[in-house]
């Protein structure tokens, strides 16, 4: 069995509340500093992932399609793109940030041409996947996602407690987080065919890296949200850019996938190493990849990638 205690120290080190482990569905690290292992926390966009299998179920059950249109969801006049813009954006655009829209839903490029980590397009997403589904954000996970994986401690609740209308966020827990992840190893998850979820996970020409809600850590390449030391904020692109030619972290092996948040919280899978780590906290915020660089070098040799 691998040693994880240098994992588990640094990471204790570093503002982690929540901290667990799962290698071949067993349970190696169930650490927490600072908050009970049963106390939950906004994970931030670690949601993302989430909202991606159901993305996946609805499109294999017929509901939707990835090459629909958003308009056919969400009615004309959704963005503040021109109507000949607006009209050519798919719903897998906006789960792969290539619909060519900034924070405010202006025109930035052609669909499919550029890529830009809009949040507020996955937001229109996120709605459009509730009229699909017919229910509430949290109504649709606790049945689609929550209740199968025996995720009790899970639910979406806005952000704002005195603003009920305000953007959800999914308040979960280390161990939740890893019952979710240890489903996705499965060979047919949630009852989606692996042909597909493969096909979700595959990044884009225009991010190497970034699949359908999903951060892919085999791209050759990557554009992360954020900006280089001096570089200028751009009116109505908050998360900025940064282009990398390399992988985001070269030591998570190849097929390495998963979803981040905001303190750098982390659920990582390697299909390969039967992996699943989740770290949940608050950090500095360093620059993207960074995080995952510094933990990666303290798991153990044997379930990084080879040299």
Same mark, same amino acid.
């Given at each position: $069995?691998s040693d *994880?205690?240098?994992?588990?120290e =640094? ?6 509340t ?5 290698v071949? /569905?067993?349970?190696?690290? /169930?650490r927490?500093?600072?908050v009970?292992?049963?106390?939950p ?5 670690i949601?993302k992932l ?14 939707i399609?990835?090459?629909?249109? $958003?308009s056919d ?5 959704w963005?503040r793109?021109?109507a000949?813009?607006?009209q050519?954006?798919t +719903? &897998?655009?906006? %789960?792969? $940030?290539?619909a060519g829209l900034?924070?405010? *839903?202006h025109?930035?490029h &052609?669909?499919g041409q550029? =890529? ?12 459009a996947?509730?009229?699909a /589904?017919?229910? &509430?954000t949290?109504? $649709? *996970?606790?049945?689609?996602i929550?209740?199968p994986?025996?995720m009790? #401690?899970?639910?979406f609740v806005?952000?704002? @407690?005195?603003d ?5 966020g999914l +308040?979960?827990t280390g161990?939740d987080i890893?019952?979710f ?5 499965k060979s047919?998850?949630?009852?989606i !065919?692996? !042909?597909?979820?493969s ?10 890296s970034?699949g359908?809600l999903?951060w892919?850590?085999?791209?050759? %390449?990557?554009?992360v @949200?954020?900006r280089?030391?001096?570089?200028e ?7 900025g850019?940064?282009?990398l030619?390399r @992988?985001?972290? %070269?030591?998570?092996?190849?097929d ?5 948040g905001?303190?750098?919280?982390r659920? #990582?899978?390697?299909p390969?190493?039967h992996?699943? +780590?989740?770290r949940?906290g608050r *950090? %500095?915020?360093p @620059?993207?990849?960074?995080? /995952?660089r510094?933990? =990666?070098a ?10």
């Amino acid at each position: $069995m691998s040693d *994880f205690a240098e994992l588990t120290e =640094w990471c204790g080190g570093t503002n982690t509340t929540q901290l667990v482990v799962v290698v071949n /569905d067993e349970t190696v690290v /169930d650490r927490s500093w600072r908050v009970a292992p049963s106390e939950p926390h906004d994970v931030g966009s670690i949601q993302k992932l989430l909202t991606g299998i159901v993305l996946a179920q609805l499109v294999a059950s017929g509901n939707i399609g990835l090459n629909q249109p $958003m308009s056919d969801l969400l009615g004309p006049g959704w963005s503040r793109a021109p109507a000949t813009h607006e009209q050519t954006i798919t +719903i &897998s655009h906006l %789960a792969t $940030m290539t619909a060519g829209l900034d924070d405010d *839903f202006h025109a930035i490029h &052609s669909p499919g041409q550029g =890529w830009y980590y809009c949040n507020n397009g996955y937001h229109l997403l996120r709605r459009a996947l509730e009229g699909a /589904d017919g229910r &509430s954000t949290d109504a $649709m *996970f606790r049945t689609r996602i929550f209740e199968p994986c025996g995720m009790t #401690t899970s639910s979406f609740v806005p952000r704002d @407690p005195n603003d009920p209308s305000s953007l959800p966020g999914l +308040i979960s827990t280390g161990r939740d987080i890893a019952r979710f992840g240890q489903a996705l190893l499965k060979s047919k998850p949630f009852g989606i !065919e692996g !042909e597909l979820l493969s096909n979700l996970r595959q990044g884009t020409a225009s991010n190497p890296s970034y699949g359908h809600l999903v951060w892919k850590y085999g791209g050759h %390449a990557a554009i992360v @949200p954020g900006r280089r030391s001096g570089q200028e904020p751009i009116p109505g692109r908050v998360f900025g850019g940064i282009k990398l030619d390399r @992988p985001i972290a %070269a030591a998570i092996p190849a097929d390495g996938f998963g979803g981040t948040g905001l303190g750098e919280q982390r659920l #990582t899978i390697v299909p390969s190493r039967h992996l699943v +780590i989740v770290r949940l906290g608050r *950090f %500095a915020n360093p @620059p993207f990849g960074a995080y /995952d660089r510094e933990l =990666w070098a303290h798991v153990p040799p044997e379930l990084r990638s080879e040299p």
